[in-house]
């Protein structure tokens, strides 16, 4: 009778720990998505919990079955409702990310609708610009990884610039695509918070704004990739984009985001390529990229990382003078 007893009471911690963390997703999936505004949120939310708190009593109580049959029934509906939220191309967009760039390809030419020109004055001033520009992929002679932090070492955005014998960059970024008053949250990137976009910008915009009017601290690589595979990889940025506008996708915190969707379109072009824990944890990217050799391992990365950091550069550069030219003056090139 002992081992059994023992038993029925590690079932029910088992199962009960299971409850509570089911009900605790829930509540937060609630907490982000349900509609009516907070104080519809907030009923939903404590109704949820207090169900399934009585579901946990009833299991200790004797009624294990019946309770795991209710909660798998409303956990369900839960999930049914969860499933209907579906992403949308049609809301009323933030400023910087309220066109969805899109390419066409023509052999070597590839020309990409709606890459952003912004002047930036502060984090809420700007004169925006949305371009057309045309590139001659026969002309793409080099690929950074561009990594900006704000704040942990851990976490850093991720921004990929292609290079092009006549001087000029254009970058690709993943990012969130917010509405009008939203702000980022890690969070609510696990629970449909943001529609996923695809930006392409000048360095004069997309850099810029972190270093010079966020105060962010930027570093850039110069990556070592043959020039086939950088030519494979700006075409998925393009039909990534592409199918954006045409499907819109959420946004991951973990699964879907500025450094994990790089990863497999890479992964995807040149074949196998190791899953690592600094894949997520982004801001120790470089080291990653380092470690298979896709930097200049003549130079050690602390190395690479103190003339590549820009921030201080992209400051100090002139109005009117060459951006791009002046954030990579004292960077090495790759050798050979």
């Keep these: 009778m002992y081992p059994k007893a023992v038993l029925r009471v590690i079932t029910l911690i088992c199962v009960s720990l299971l409850v509570a963390g089911l009900a605790l997703w829930g509540a937060a999936a609630l907490g ?26 009833a299991l200790w109580n004797g009624r294990l079955a019946l309770g795991l049959l209710v909660f798998a029934a409303a956990f369900g509906a839960l999930l049914v409702w969860w499933t209907s939220i579906l992403p949308s191309n049609h809301r009323v967009w933030a400023d ?11 052999g070597d030419r590839v020309t990409l609708h709606n890459v952003r020109n912004f002047d930036w004055r502060s984090d809420d001033v700007h004169t925006a610009r949305w371009e057309i520009r045309s590139y001659d992929l026969a002309e793409l002679e080099s690929l950074d990884l561009i990594v900006s932090y704000w704040s942990s070492p851990a976490i850093a955005h991720t921004l990929i610039s292609f290079g092009f014998s006549d001087g000029r960059h254009v970058v690709f970024s993943v990012e969130i695509r917010r509405e009008k008053g939203e702000t980022f949250s890690e969070y609510g990137g696990f629970f449909k918070e943001f ?30 990739m043959a020039k086939p595979v950088m030519r494979s990889l700006f075409l998925a940025y393009v039909d ?34 190791p899953l690592d824990y600094r894949i997520l944890l982004s801001g120790y990217l470089p080291e990653y990229v380092y470690s298979v050799g896709g930097l200049d391992t003549r130079h ?34 790759l050798g050979p």
């Excluded at 998505?33 to 919990?49: E, N, T």
């Design 32 to 57: 982000y998505q349900m509609p009516g505004g907070a104080a519809l949120k907030i009923a939903s939310i404590v109704l949820w919990l207090a169900f399934a708190i009585g579901v946990v009593v």
């Design 96 to 106: 910087d990310v309220a066109q969805m760039v899109s390419g066409t390809v023509d």
């Design 195 to 224: 529609e996923l976009s695809v930006v392409a910008a000048d360095e004069h915009d997309i850099v810029r704004v972190r270093t010079n009017v966020r105060g962010e601290s930027d570093y850039l690589y110069r990556v070592r």
């Design 240 to 273: 990534e984009a592409n199918s954006l506008t045409v499907v819109p996708r959420f946004y991951n915190t973990v699964t879907t985001n500025c450094t994990t969707l790089v990863y497999h379109m890479v992964k995807r072009i040149v074949g196998h390529l």
């Design 300 to 333: 050690s990365l602390e190395e690479l990382r103190k003339v590549g950091f820009i921030s201080e550069r992209a400051k100090r550069a002139p109005e009117g003078a060459d951006f791009s030219a002046v954030i990579r003056e004292g960077i090495p090139p």
